[in-house]
């Protein structure tokens, strides 16, 4: 599962060859070796090419809003991967898992959402986009029920895998 | 003369043979797993890749194309292949790149038409087959970055002459790209292994530097 949340990260390691991984765009900015737990309200969504962006404010233990931008792949891979990216509403409060960005501290990667009716959206990744492919399958990243691990997030936590 | 018939026939079928197996070519293509890289880098280009910065010098984040061995390294954006009688166009989702190269063997790569108008620096392309092989040969590509994600930081000479192999294999096809560059490498051979993506389609990719650049981060990060 976590494999596939962060597919992206890892696509550097699965499809660049031998030295491919240290130098990913993805991997290069975003620690895929970290979660980071986000709770705020969306204030912007932004489905494109060549990477999406989420915008989340956070409302901090000190009670200061900070304003965090998520990161995510690009519009025709989920689009191909039937990611509902859609139910990511203006407005909405949500929690966000992600990799953390190795040099600014309000950027991240996105793995999933936890929707205000604690329906997660997830990515299913390319690497499970392209091995259901292989078999002849399509792959369709529904959202899903959270674990009650998952129901309870809290805010910017940064969990060490 | 029975002999003479029988070679005759073998070729007219292992002709039709070969023909078919082209026509396998004909579709949308993703990358179905890793792209290795063989290269030995001459010390210029040792030195040129110690250089590289991907903040500063990827051209990508300005929209631009370094090369299509760039464009392929790209793991999600499929590329779609048609070949036509006196033609292949080979469309690439990643950066809108739509590729025509003739199929004219015999032309000198220096009178053919650069094989992607909007972006000359990708080259003067001309195609033949060898067997069931599509080869297309490139020349005319302008100095500069050659790779940002395969095996960042590599650059291209202007002497560079660069041999493509589109290998058919049903569903499978593998594209065997060489470089022949003496400015910076003794070898530089990338093998991509593709598999048809059925049903599929190349979408816009409508890249703008303002998105694709990490500067934004950086601004917004402040």
């Known amino acids: 599962m976590a494999k596939m949340l962060c597919a992206a990260g890892l696509i550097a390691l699965l499809c660049g060859g031998v030295s491919t991984a240290a130098h990913h765009s993805v991997s290069v900015n975003f620690d895929s070796s970290q979660v980071l737990t986000l709770t705020g309200r969306i204030t912007d969504v932004d489905i494109r090419n060549p990477h999406s962006q989420v915008t989340l404010k956070v409302t901090q233990r000190d009670g200061t809003v900070k304003e965090w931008f998520i990161e995510w792949s690009d519009r025709n891979a989920l689009v191909r991967r039937k990611v509902p990216f859609q139910l990511l509403r203006v407005g909405d409060m949500v929690t966000i898992t992600a990799s953390p960005s190795r040099r600014l501290d309000n950027l991240a990667y996105f793995r999933t959402a936890v929707l205000p009716d604690k329906s997660v959206l997830r990515d299913c990744g390319f690497e499970a986009f392209r091995q259901a492919i292989a078999k002849g399958q399509f792959v369709e990243c529904e959202p899903t029920r959270p674990s009650s691990e998952q129901s309870a997030p809290q805010s910017q936590q940064r969990e060490q895998r | ?222």
């Open chain 2, 1 to 222: 003369m029975r002999k003479m018939v029988v070679a005759l026939l073998v070729c007219v079928v292992s002709g039709a043979d070969a023909q078919d197996k082209r026509a396998q070519l004909d579709g949308v293509w993703i990358l179905s797993g890793s792209a290795t890289i063989e290269m030995t880098l001459t010390p210029a280009g040792e030195a040129a890749r110690a250089r590289y910065d991907y903040l500063r010098d990827d051209p990508a984040m300005q929209c631009i194309p370094a090369s299509f061995t760039r464009v392929m390294h790209t793991p999600s954006p499929p590329i779609e292949v048609r070949q036509q009688k006196n033609e292949v166009r080979i469309n690439y989702e990643f950066m809108d790149i739509h590729r025509r190269v003739p199929i004219a063997p015999g032309t000198p790569l220096a009178k053919a038409p650069v094989s992607v108008p909007n972006h000359p620096h990708l080259g003067r392309s001309v195609a033949r087959y060898e067997g069931d092989v599509l080869l297309i040969e490139t020349i005319g590509q302008r100095a500069g970055i050659l790779d940002t994600l395969g095996a960042p930081g590599l650059v291209q000479s202007n002497e560079m002459r660069t041999e493509e192999r589109f290998i058919p294999d049903g569903d499978r096809m593998r594209v065997v790209v060489t470089h022949h560059d003496p400015v910076y490498y003794e070898k530089l051979v990338v093998t991509y292994p593709y598999q048809r993506l059925p049903g599929g389609e190349i979408l816009p990719w409508d890249c703008t530097p303002e998105e694709a650049n990490y500067k934004r981060f950086r601004e917004k990060a402040k």
